[in-house]
């Protein structure tokens, strides 16, 4: 049992009211004056006055009066008579505020002003000391039928109504779910005037929810984690490293256990339980989120702009890819799997390390460096000159020889150039030693239907430094042609056409060579065909002939705007929309463009809106910014170079949208930033799949 702090009093100033006399009578004979003998009450007191206390009554013709009834005790006959014009009684302790009422024979005569109790509430205790939400407590002391709330910490009332009893020795009143360990007091609920609080010396211990473990102590984001401990009928939420909340979990019937599932974005850190009073438990120890594995990445080198297979464990974890050491962004393609996905190489990217980040905010880290091909001036030599209509026997090869791969550096690029006949056909690349090479073409073939249809004239493979020294290793004289040579190909096979296969050498480190325009009526804008409709700020189409082919277009004069949007160019008008294609499944296509920055553009320090964008009717502006720009340069080295982006990355609807405006827009930042002698051209989609 707790002791009061103190004693509460309801204290408020000592009255004598005042009253017109006023006799009730069963006759309602209200004409009787006091010279008639009649009993008139005219005032009492004192007001407010405590519990035992005596009550003094004036009037006239009081000796009539045979009893005394208060609101609360009955009628009260021991009456102290000091004279007719007064009495007195003692105040039960079962007294209430209210009227009181002189009874004289078969008349009552009652007060019109109310008589206040002036309650002594004494606190003497409360138990349970240790309680739950849901418990019953009792409050015991003295006068507590003037309590009108029990107050719980962090403001939590509890009414009279909601009482599960009152008597003047005590109250029982249930535990609010809502309540916490701390102060316990009671009040008289007054709304006139301050009301009087009064508190328990010792605090309220309120039980909350224990964790006493969760598995598996390390857990993949999505998967669901086991808690256990007790009470956990209080539990209103579960969060996660990174304030993340899970959207619901279940309790067993014991109220010891929870399943939950873990967000996508919970990070490390404890495993959080909310009571549905506030209050958060914290379990002892941190739960870890699982970061994937990276087994392998293929190619390596790979070409700029090209995809990146990754293979591992966990990769659907994954949401964003950075190459160069974790600089440049790529994009990973949809479609991925927990072993399996594939990322776009950015056009800017760099030779380094892959550094992988999950939702969790977690990263992994390649432990070889991604070697990237960086195309620049290139040199491509022919070293076999055809046609020739492969058979499976000799005058039906194609050969390319140990002496043409001399000095060719990792990264070089082999090229066949072939024909399709109207039947199913097939090339199969061997090394010297007549074993397939997996690392050229298709998996060691060209194959009708895989390389795509009928109008595919040409396929590239990347010259690794793993297939190099394979080629190297196998290579071999086998008597084609009056062969006195090494070969390190042998391409066999039957209907397909070699027309001629060179190899493409990289010079200078730069950035340069284009990807062809595979399908010309997917192209948006070239400039020759498909021209813009309008320009913007006195740029036009360039005037030179340096381009990738044809006219492209180019900033040609400073048209500085600060901190605002313009376009460089644009079209709506009808005649655009006749050749604007629409392509349909659009996981199958990407966005290209092919683009030069004649010089590096700096932008200013304190600029940070500089960018570029490609606005594709009503879906958006796609941002290109991450694709050419590295820290604060946009650059491509003064060479040209296609960018390629997923179209299912952007957004845009699918088929791709036949309306709105098209074109580029740009934003300089202020301080502003010069693109004088930025171009683009044939900005197209292309089929991949």
Excluded at 199 to 220: A, D, H, K, N
Excluded at 431 to 439: K, R
Excluded at 452 to 480: C, M, N, P, R, W
């Amino acid at each position: 049992m707790k002791k009061a702090k103190y004693n509460a009093y309801f204290r408020l100033f000592v009255c004598m009211t005042i009253f017109i006399g006023l006799v009730v009578s069963c006759s309602e004979d209200n004409d009787e004056s006091p010279g008639k003998g009649n009993v008139v009450l005219l005032s009492f007191g004192p007001c407010p006055i405590p519990r035992g206390g005596e009550l003094r009554i004036l009037g006239t013709n009081l000796d009539r009066v045979e009893s005394v009834i208060l609101p609360g005790s009955g009628a009260i006959s021991d009456i102290k008579r000091i004279d007719n014009a007064e009495i007195r009684i003692i105040v039960p302790k079962t007294a209430e505020n209210g009227k009181i009422i002189l009874k004289a024979g078969d008349k009552e005569i009652t007060s019109l002003s109310i008589l206040s109790i002036d309650g002594t509430i004494a606190l003497t205790g409360f138990s349970p000391l240790i309680v739950k939400a849901g418990d019953i407590i009792k409050i015991e002391g003295e006068d507590l039928d003037f309590v009108e709330e029990v107050i719980f910490t962090s403001d939590i009332h509890v009414i009279k109504d909601d009482f599960v009893s009152r008597s003047r020795e005590s109250i029982e009143v249930t535990v609010p779910i809502e309540a916490q360990s701390g102060e316990l007091a009671v009040s008289n609920g007054a709304t006139s005037s301050i009301p009087l609080v009064a508190y328990f010396e010792e605090e309220l211990q309120v039980i909350l929810p224990t964790i006493t473990s969760f598995s598996p102590g390390t857990i993949r984001a999505g998967s669901v984690l086991t808690i256990t401990g007790k009470d956990f009928d209080l539990v209103e939420g579960v969060s996660f490293g990174g304030a993340t909340v899970a959207e619901s979990f279940d309790v067993n019937e014991a109220k010891t256990s929870i399943t939950v599932t873990v967000p996508v974005n919970a990070q490390d850190g404890p495993v959080v339980l909310t009571a549905f009073s506030g209050v958060k438990v914290s379990g002892a120890t941190d739960l870890i989120m699982a970061v994937p594995t990276i087994a392998s990445i293929a190619p390596n080198p790979v070409k700029a702009g090209e995809e990146l297979t990754v293979k591992g464990t966990d990769l659907d974890l994954i949401n964003q890819v950075a190459f160069g050491g974790g600089k440049q962004p790529g994009l990973i393609t949809p479609g991925g799997t927990a072993t399996e996905i594939k990322v776009q190489v950015p056009s800017n990217a760099k030779t380094g390390t892959v550094v992988f980040t999950t939702l969790a905010n977690k990263t992994v880290e390649t432990a070889e460096e991604l070697a990237i091909i960086i195309e620049g001036e290139s040199t491509e030599t022919v070293v076999f000159e055809g046609p020739v209509s492969l058979t499976w026997s000799t005058g039906g090869r194609a050969v390319v020889l140990a002496s043409d791969l001399e000095g060719v550096p990792a990264g070089s690029i082999l090229t066949i150039y072939f024909t399709q006949n109207a039947n199913w056909g097939q090339a199969q690349i061997n090394d010297g030693g007549w074993a397939v090479v997996p690392g050229l073409g298709i998996n060691g073939y060209l194959k009708t239907g895989e390389v795509g249809d009928k109008s595919v004239t040409s396929h590239e493979s990347v010259l690794t430094q793993e297939v190099l020294d394979l080629l190297d290793a196998k290579k071999g004289i086998f008597g084609e042609y009056n062969q006195t040579e090494p070969a390190a190909i042998i391409i066999q096979g039957s209907d397909w056409i070699v027309d001629k296969i060179t190899i493409k050498v990289m010079g200078g480190g730069g950035i340069g060579t284009t990807d062809p325009v595979t399908d010309p009526s997917l192209v948006i804008f070239n400039f020759d065909d498909r021209d813009a409709g309008s320009w913007g700020g006195g740029v036009s189409p360039s005037p030179n002939d340096d381009g990738p082919s044809g006219k492209f277009f180019e900033i040609t004069q400073d048209t500085r705007i600060t901190g605002g949007w313009t376009w460089l160019f644009a079209s709506n008008e009808a005649s655009f929309y006749e050749w604007l294609p629409q392509v349909s499944g659009i996981s199958n296509y990407v966005l290209k463009f092919d683009i030069r920055f004649r010089n590096d553009v700096v932008v200013p320090d304190g600029n940070s809106w500089c960018m570029m964008q490609f606005r594709m009717g009503g879906p958006g502006d796609l941002d290109l910014t991450p694709w050419v720009k590295e820290d604060n340069v946009f650059s491509t080295g003064g060479k040209w170079r296609t960018v390629t982006i997923p179209l299912s990355s952007l957004g845009i609807s699918d088929p791709t949208p036949t309306s709105g405006e098209w074109g580029f827009i740009i934003n300089q930042g202020s301080p502003v930033a010069d693109f004088v002698g930025f171009c683009v051209d044939n900005v197209r989609y292309e089929k991949i799949n």
